[in-house]
């Protein structure tokens, strides 16, 4: 059976969202633990109960709607995403996967239908980071992935802690009411990327979550009068860093798929007249296979240090931050296929290069996701946008994942 959500009323809750922390450029100003946090929170919940769920609260602030099922005692079907935003975000960065869920819940209500297992949806607390960093941290929590010490003591610029702030706005509930025992979970969310909306795909089925290397390199070379110093003599550290970055970005028309961006630099003294002597910038490499990430994080390293050679400058290599790729769950992303497949959607395979709640939920119960379309790719901007027909696929990929993962 295919069912399909009721696209007026999902709309009609996309459009409530959209209105909270609104700004001026259609986007949303809703950070993590403000005012406007706290009436999103307050409505949401008393949707969750016209949805006839069961609402809890956790100690991150993280709200379950539960609806119960037919087995008693048995572990959840957890679904969702986060309320939160970026100071200049979008309205559908994760308010999609919470706002489908609600819808999917109201549909099953519509329809009558009470599944084997018992579902949870879940809007997790501070996935952005954008006023708490790190992100995830209500993921993050639950999963064990961080500690309630470490989350309860992280401060925003302000120097308040994210306790406090949970506290301020009431939504610090209890330990005892965190997730218990899930069977699976799925997020559905937008793409955050343009190969979608490129390739006029409806439903990207995520594989997983690309691994990352970041390489921070530091080039030295010798401060020096522009006028003064004759071009045979120089020791440029910015032109030494300039080729650098291009024989990095040059590797991804060798090695296919190899995401590479230098996105930070500092150069020294930064003076129209002086030759630079300190270059600093970081190469943020991403594949969706971790040996190929591997291999050519070794390969730049060896082509920075003969290109330091050629430009008669030195440099210092090293590796920061870095994770490999996570895979998500082989039968959850069947149930995906198959509600796709149900519903006549086309559908391609692709993995996330941000991080979500899934990532750390991967590391709890068999996780997956569903991407919908981006327009031209834009996300974390008030530009960001998804079209109504696939805001709505989206939500019935969810339905029916869902059904499916929730039948014994
Ligand atoms: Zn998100």
């Known amino acids: 059976m295919t069912l399909k959500i009721n696209e007026a009323r999902f709309l009609s ?120 960093n790190p992100p995830m941290l209500g993921s993050g929590g639950i999963t064990g992935n961080l500690t309630k010490d470490f989350i309860y003591d992280v401060k925003d610029s302000d120097h308040v802690r994210f306790e406090d702030a949970l506290t301020a706005i009431g939504y610090k509930g209890q330990e005892a009411n965190r997730l218990k025992e899930a069977k699976s979970f799925v997020e559905l969310h937008i793409e955050q990327g343009p190969i979608l909306d490129n390739e006029n795909i409806d439903i990207g089925i995520v594989q997983g979550i690309q691994g990352l290397t970041r390489v921070n390199v530091k080039v030295k070379g010798v401060t020096n009068h522009a006028g003064g110093a004759r071009m045979k003599d120089r020791k440029d550290a910015l032109l030494a860093a300039a080729y650098m970055m291009i024989a990095a970005n040059k590797m991804t028309e ?51 240090y003969e290109l330091a050679t050629e430009h008669n400058v030195s440099c210092e290599v090293h590796r920061g931050w870095e994770y490999n790729m996570v895979p998500f769950d082989p039968s959850v992303i ?33 996780t997956a996701m569903i991407f919908v379309k981006s327009v031209d790719g834009v996300s974390h901007n008030e530009n960001e ?13 969810l339905l029916n994942t869902v059904l499916g993962l929730a039948q014994k």
């Open 334 to 366: 069947q149930k995906i296929r198959e509600a796709v497949n149900d519903l006549n959607y086309s559908a391609m395979d692709l993995y996330s290069g941000p991080g979500h709640d899934a990532k750390y939920m991967s590391t709890y119960t068999p």
């Open 13 to 132: 809750y996309m459009a409530k969202s959209s209105s909270i922390g609104a700004t001026e450029n259609n986007g949303l100003n809703r950070l993590t633990l403000t005012e406007v946090d706290k009436e999103m929170r307050d409505l949401y919940i008393e949707l969750l109960k016209e949805a006839k769920l069961e609402v809890r609260i956790d100690d991150f602030g993280n709200i379950y709607g539960r609806r119960e099922g037919k087995i008693k005692n048995a572990p959840v079907i957890a679904f969702g995403s986060h309320l939160d935003t970026q100071p200049c975000g979008g309205r559908f960065d994760g308010i999609l996967g919470v706002i489908a869920g609600l819808e999917v819940m109201q549909t099953l209500n519509d329809h009558e239908i009470i599944t084997d297992y018992p579902l949870e949806l879940i809007n997790f607390t501070n996935e952005e980071g954008a006023r708490f």
């Open 254 to 304: 060798e090695i296919e798929g190899l995401r590479v961006t230098v996105g930070k630099i500092d150069n020294f003294p930064n003076v129209i007249n002086v030759i630079p002597g300190l270059v600093e910038f970081v190469i943020d490499m991403r594949h969706d296979r971790d040996e190929v990430r591997h291999q050519a994080v070794q390969l730049i390293e060896e082509r920075l």
């Open 385 to 397: 946008w998804t079209e109504d027909e696939d805001l709505i696929k989206g939500a019935n990929v």
